[in-house]
């Protein structure tokens, strides 16, 4: 069996190099995946996870790796961060993962963050409801990870 290639990035990002690591990525994975939307859709995943980390880190350090295992396609992000902010992640995951509508969802946190005055906190829906991808968090004391994933359904490319 043929492993995916695959990607694992540790620095110490500013907001400006967000934009960067997704084009890089949207231009590896579209010579990796054969279903050129999920390369799309993973691209959009990896700079909403990647923002947040860049804003929410408390030591300026994070680790992006985007890898293929059995047909399932996962981006994770890590990062250190305060308790308030590992809480209100953890309250906005599993309030998401427990509405079973990811646009209705979308479109409620549209108008419940709208009048938000730092930060639009629609990352994380955008990522279940546009990329289309499955959402979780892995805790270890002040550090981090956020998984998404989808299926592959086209495969790779040779």
């Avoid at 990062?79 to 427990?98: F, G, K, T, W, Y």
Wanted: glycine content about 4%.
């Amino acid at each position: 069996m043929q492993r995916a290639p695959y990607f694992h990035l540790t620095f110490r990002p500013n907001i400006k190099l967000v934009s960067t690591v997704r084009r890089f990525i949207a231009e590896f994975y579209r010579r990796v995946l054969v279903d050129q939307e999920l390369s799309s859709r993973l691209a959009l995943a990896t700079h909403e996870l990647l923002e947040n980390a860049v804003a929410y880190a408390t030591d300026e350090e994070t680790e992006v790796l985007i890898e293929v295992v059995e047909d399932v396609l996962s981006v994770k992000t890590w990062n250190r961060s305060s308790r308030e902010r590992l809480s209100a992640l953890v309250s906005a995951i599993e309030e998401m993962n427990a509405t079973k509508d990811a646009d209705a969802y979308y479109q409620t946190m549209l108008v419940k963050t709208s009048k938000r005055v730092e930060g639009s906190g629609l990352g994380l829906a955008r990522i279940r409801a546009e990329a289309e991808m499955n959402l979780r968090y892995e805790l270890v004391d002040d550090r981090v990870c956020i998984l998404a994933t989808a299926p592959i359904v086209g495969g790779l490319n040779p």
